[in-house]
């Protein structure tokens, strides 16, 4: 069964600074997709950034990039000039190719500090 | 506003009552998953329906049911409720049903409190 670890319950970063959130997943599938969700205190998730295994070209939204390394199983969210707004629930969450449902971490919080 | 629309927002009730969720997708939609998030099972996988058929399974419990209407809508029943069933419902919905391609967006949530 595929897993996905977050190692960092709570993350705190000054306002206009850059932090990366760690992420890591177990999975013996070659095709797959990679998430992260963000749930502010309003709760809705929303998606931030998604990554298809078969890219080598780490994806990019704004501020918002990854940095994934296939062979090390690592998809990690790298947020910069953090914003007050984003300070919210991170979840990364991997869905493989053919499936139906999203298997997620347990989340990073984050901070931001003024 | 991600385009799914889910109701109630809020709910409160009894341990042994039932209860419905509904869920609108997203305008063009086909696919309605349900998600439970509880505070020490994190976010679950409950059922998926793909144009009104059942395509996938996860960790619902046989007290729980859902449907998917010939609108497209969906709607979850919880039923004999235990105070651990009290948590955060998620809908979602993508295009297609199994296409990784496709990207799944959630809806506000309803929130479960079972006393």
């Known amino acids: 069964a595929q897993t996905v670890t977050q190692s960092q319950p709570e993350m705190s970063v000054q306002e206009a600074e850059t932090v990366t959130l760690s992420c890591t997943y177990d999975t013996s599938e070659s095709d797959y997709y990679l998430f992260w969700y963000k749930q502010p205190p309003s709760r809705q998730m929303i998606l931030v950034i998604r990554?298809?295994?078969?890219?080598?070209q780490n994806a990019t939204e704004n501020r918002f990039s990854v940095n994934f390394q296939k062979a090390a199983k690592s998809f990690s969210l790298k947020i910069s000039d953090s914003q007050l707004g984003d300070a919210a629930m991170y979840f990364c969450a991997y869905r493989r190719q053919g499936a139906q449902k999203l298997v997620f971490g347990q989340g990073t919080r984050l901070t931001i500090n003024p | 506003d991600s385009g799914v629309t889910q109701t109630p927002k809020h709910l409160i009730t009894a341990t042994g009552q039932r209860v419905t969720l509904r869920c609108s997708p997203r305008s063009g939609d086909l696919s309605v998953y349900w998600y439970q998030q509880s505070l020490d099972q994190g976010l679950q996988f409950l059922i998926q329906y793909y144009n009104g058929e059942e395509r996938a399974k996860g960790n619902i419990l046989e007290r729980f049911s859902a449907q998917q209407f010939p609108d497209l809508h969906s709607e979850l029943n919880l039923s004999s409720l235990e105070l651990g069933d009290s948590a955060l419902y998620f809908c979602?919905?993508?295009?297609?049903?199994?296409?990784?391609?496709?990207?799944?967006?959630f809806g506000e949530g309803s929130w479960l409190t079972v006393v």
């Open positions: 979602a919905s993508s295009v297609s049903a199994e296409d990784g391609e496709n990207t799944i967006y």
């Open positions: 990554q298809e295994a078969y890219k080598q």
